[in-house]
């Protein structure tokens, strides 16, 4: 009677008998066709599997849920921990949620890795040799989905960046760059114009990436960055980045190293881990048998690896890749001259079967990982306390057709307690005083009141709250608020563009 055991991490493949608790989810489109090629060939190569189905996506979607996932699937999730799953359709329009930023939130998966490895000649590609690792933090950033109308002209956005989300992104980068035998970690930000989120980022990787050593640091502004990646990858190895950045680029990277339809992705956290292609759901394919599964392969076997059965995971890798090199391929990757044989779905994985065992003869075979080679190590540091000082408060309101003089006027004389209007910008730029007038504004200007520099022991929430019962006095509208703190004395908040 087979065992089984909650996600073990062994030195080495767990005896037979030791059977691993995985929910599988066929998705949506492509994805019951790219997931069954997938568990046979996982199947046929004796992964020590034991299968909870769920389903998630359009069908649950439809019947009313939202976030297009029910409480009985968040229970199978939670049981075993591990996540394969297909890819799902989200519907358009408003009121629907993204699934993948459901789960990796919810899940805490706050690690999202995307190997990016060219195949050439046997996988068409202007850079061959390539072989890097984007690592996307996963839960922050813009992907916070915090968003709000203000007025007839104005949608925000917020990006959200935390300490603790950096110091455990960073952490994980480093100590896969370790694990995985690789030198040197990448940083992208553009901490050049966001100072604080994206410059916290870079703080952060400075500070982590001072505890290792043995490893070649380097931070890149994200634009030039790009540039090199899309010009020249040869130069990285892992890179770190935040959601947004590296949710594009890791498209970009896995589309020039081939095709964005090799590649797979694991999303990883401290209890739970997902594993997935990096692709959609592709609907204009579904049911013909033509898709290619290699990026939901390629996603399984980063899952046994992460399950410690690396033996079974350096197999099926190894067969895959001798099917490329025996040009077999489906239609994406068909390439008069290299390939042998278009094949469909079903017969893309039956060549990969037929494999098990073999290695490829001139791409670099894969060998058995002796432990789960994706560690979790999170805890963030200890730090001391920040003295954490009021000392004004933005005020953005909502007055189309207003001139900035003529508005500070009218707010000059709303004067709460030390508080008194020190500039007004508009869309970040500082528009009074001083400004130009071919600055173009919208109907939501950003009003700063500010203490007097040095005044001793800042300002009071009573003295906020008298100047926004001011201002809605006045005949002003305020839309938003955004408190201005300093933090052991150095502000927490940037100036606007102009001043």
Not at 65 to 83: C, M, N
Not at 467 to 483: F, M, N, P, Q, R
């Amino acid at each position: 009677m087979n065992t089984t055991a909650p996600n073990p991490s062994p030195a080495f493949d767990p005896p037979p008998t030791i059977r691993t608790a995985v929910t599988v989810a066929h998705g949506d489109g492509i994805g019951p066709e790219i997931m069954a090629a997938t568990l046979r060939i996982l199947q046929a190569a004796e992964a020590r599997l034991d299968l909870e189905t769920i389903e998630i996506g359009e069908k649950v979607y439809a019947r009313g849920h939202s976030a297009g996932i029910e409480a009985s699937a968040w229970e199978s999730l939670r049981r075993t921990g591990v996540f394969l799953k297909a890819p799902i359709t989200t519907p358009q329009g408003g009121g629907v949620k993204s699934l993948n930023v459901t789960v990796r939130k919810a899940l805490g998966l706050y690690a999202n890795v995307r190997p990016s490895v060219a195949y050439a000649p046997y996988v068409q590609t202007k850079h061959p040799g390539m072989n890097l690792v984007i690592v996307r933090e996963n839960e922050e950033d813009l992907y916070a989905g915090i968003e709000h109308r203000q007025s007839a002209d104005v949608y925000q956005c917020l990006k959200i960046i935390t300490r603790p989300g950096c110091e455990r992104i960073m952490r994980y980068a480093f100590d896969y760059t370790r694990a995985q035998g690789r030198k040197r970690v990448t940083c992208f930000t553009k901490d050049n114009i966001m100072k604080l989120t994206d410059g916290l980022f870079h703080q952060v990787f400075d500070e982590i990436g001072a505890e290792y050593p043995e490893l070649e640091k380097e931070h890149w502004i994200v634009d030039i960055g790009a540039a090199k990646l899309a010009d020249t990858p040869g130069i990285f190895d892992v890179i770190v980045m935040p959601n947004l950045y590296g949710d594009i680029l890791s498209d970009v990277a896995a589309q020039i190293a081939g095709s964005v339809g090799l590649a797979g992705s694991a999303n990883i956290g401290e209890r739970c881990a997902m594993f997935e292609a990096i692709h959609g759901s592709a609907p204009r394919r579904a049911g013909q048998d033509l898709a290619n599964p290699s990026g939901l392969l390629r996603g399984a076997i980063m899952m046994l690896d992460h399950l410690g059965q690396g033996g079974v995971a350096a197999r099926v890798h190894n067969a895959w890749l001798r099917t490329l090199e025996d040009g077999i391929h489906t239609y994406d990757l068909f390439h008069a001259g290299t390939s042998q044989q278009k094949v469909g779905t079903r017969a893309f994985a039956d060549a990969v079967i037929d494999r098990l065992g073999l290695e490829p003869l001139h791409l670099s075979p894969i060998k058995p990982a002796k432990a789960a080679v994706i560690p979790v190590r999170s805890a963030a540091r200890i730090r001391p306390p920040v003295k954490k000082v009021l000392v004004g408060i933005d005020v953005f309101v909502d007055e189309a057709g207003a001139q900035p003089a003529d508005l500070a006027q009218r707010l000059k004389g709303l004067r709460s307690g030390q508080l008194d209007l020190e500039m007004i910008s508009n869309r970040g730029m500082r528009v009074w005083p001083g400004g130009l007038p071919e600055t173009t504004c919208v109907d939501v200007f950003r009003c700063r009141f500010r203490i007097p520099d040095g005044t001793v022991g800042g300002a009071s929430h009573d003295e906020v709250t008298r100047l926004l019962h001011s201002i809605s006095a006045g005949g002003l509208e305020w839309v938003k608020t955004e408190l201005l703190y300093t933090f052991d004395g150095e502000p927490g908040f940037t100036r606007s563009q102009g001043g």
